[in-house]
């Protein structure tokens, strides 16, 4: 069973349009995160969420909207999108904040 | 809020020769160093992390060292194989608001030659 899991693997789209990223984890962690790496492979968070709650986010623009129906899913939704949110994204949660697990990203090329 | 900064940036040796990964963290209140490994085209995985309550862990051919006056903490790779070809991160875990966040380094591309 693979322990975070998010879809798709790829994403393939036209400026403009909206699309969504799903993650889902089966640790029974209570803390789920979305980072994004770019082409120079830096690892920066973005959102984080604690039992449904919003607790970390980072300068991200309001074009991304998380959300969080329960502890055990975390979603991306990002509207309008642009040549530069072209990236892999990554899904992680942990417990307590501490050690995290990655999902298997979401390599999204926007043309 | 809490800065990583690591070194260097890519590293090459030859198989069996020792590899060593630096990063330093401007954060004296973070207590907690993972470092992850993320082969081509997959996930970041953790392969050991430490604990500011300890000098230095191993496991296997893997260690980590830590030195929280000087506040930076170092992976040793020894007896290195190609398999270890992969680009390494570490991190240090800094508490805002309440909350826990992991602060990346921007990663190591370390190239094993056989």
């Known amino acids: 069973d693979t322990a975070v899991s998010q879809t798709p693997k790829y994403l393939v789209t036209q400026m403009g349009n909206d699309k969504s990223i799903k993650c889902e984890q089966n640790?029974?962690?209570?803390?789920m995160y979305w980072y994004k790496q770019d082409s120079k492979k830096f690892l920066k968070i973005m959102f984080s969420y604690n039992n449904k709650e919003l607790i970390i986010n980072e300068t991200v623009p309001n074009r991304f909207s998380p959300k969080s129906p329960d502890k055990a899913h975390l979603n991306l939704h990002i509207n309008s999108l642009e040549l530069g949110d072209s990236a892999v994204y990554f899904c992680?949660?942990?417990?307590?904040?501490?050690?995290?697990?990655f999902g298997a990203g979401t390599r999204l090329s926007v043309l | 809020g809490e800065n990583v900064e690591q070194h260097p940036s890519t590293l090459s040796v030859q198989e069996g020769d020792s590899a060593v990964i630096k990063c330093t963290y401007s954060?004296?209140?973070?207590?907690?160093f993972p470092w992850y490994k993320q082969e081509l085209g997959k996930r970041p995985q953790l392969i050991i992390d430490?604990?500011?309550?300890?000098g230095e862990k191993k496991d296997q051919r893997i260690a980590v060292t830590l030195n929280k006056t000087a506040k930076h903490f170092s992976l040793h790779i020894t007896e290195t194989q190609p398999e270890d070809s992969a680009v390494y991160f570490c991190a240090a875990l800094e508490r805002t608001g309440g909350y826990n966040k992991l602060i990346f380094g921007a990663g190591t591309r370390l190239a094993v030659h056989p």
């Open positions: 430490i604990r500011s309550n300890v």
């Open positions: 954060d004296s209140a973070s207590n907690y």
């Open positions: 640790l029974g962690h209570d803390t």
């Open positions: 992680a949660s942990s417990s307590s904040g501490n050690i995290q697990y």
